[in-house]
C-alpha cells in the first residue's frame, strides 16, 4: 500500500524559507512520480511542482525560482525547498504519487491516484 506522510510545514514570516518532507513508502519510490499540490482555504487545488521519476522537475509559475524539489532515493523522500515565502504561498500543502508508463509531462494533479494528509504553510508577519 502506497504511503506519504508530508512534514515541515509551519509559520514563517514573509520573505522567510521552509523545506517540506514528503515520506514514501509500499512502492518503488524510483520508479513513481510526484507531486506537490496546494490548496489555499476557499480555493481549489494548485498545482506547485513535480518530479518525474526520470528525474526531471517542473514547476508552477507562481513559484518558479523560489521552491526546489529534489529527492533522495536512498530516504524514500522528496523534499520542497521554499525560498522567498509569501503571503500568497499560504496554503496546505499535499504530496501525491503515481506510476506514468510514459516519459510524458504529468503536471495535472488529478493524475496523481496516492495523497498524503498534508502539511499547513503559513506566511505572516
Known amino acids: 500500500e502506497v504511503h506519504l506522510v508530508e512534514s515541515g510545514g509551519g509559520l514563517v514570516q514573509p520573505g522567510g524559507s521552509l523545506t517540506l518532507s514528503c515520506a514514501a513508502s509500499?512502492?518503488?519510490?524510483?520508479?513513481?512520480?510526484l507531486t506537490w499540490v496546494r490548496q489555499a482555504t476557499g480555493k481549489g487545488l494548485e498545482w506547485v511542482s513535480t518530479?518525474?521519476?526520470?528525474?526531471?522537475?517542473a514547476y508552477g509559475d507562481s513559484v518558479k525560482g523560489r521552491f526546489t524539489v529534489t529527492q533522495d532515493n536512498d530516504q524514500n523522500t522528496v523534499y520542497l525547498q521554499m525560498n522567498s515565502l509569501e503571503p500568497e504561498d499560504t496554503a496546505m500543502y499535499y504530496c501525491a504519487a503515481a506510476y506514468f508508463a510514459d516519459s510524458g509531462w504529468h503536471t495535472r494533479w488529478n493524475e496523481y491516484s496516492h495523497w498524503g494528509q498534508g502539511t499547513q504553510v503559513t506566511v505572516s508577519s
Open positions: 518530479v518525474f521519476r526520470d528525474g526531471r522537475t
Open positions: 509500499g512502492y518503488p519510490f524510483s520508479s513513481y512520480s
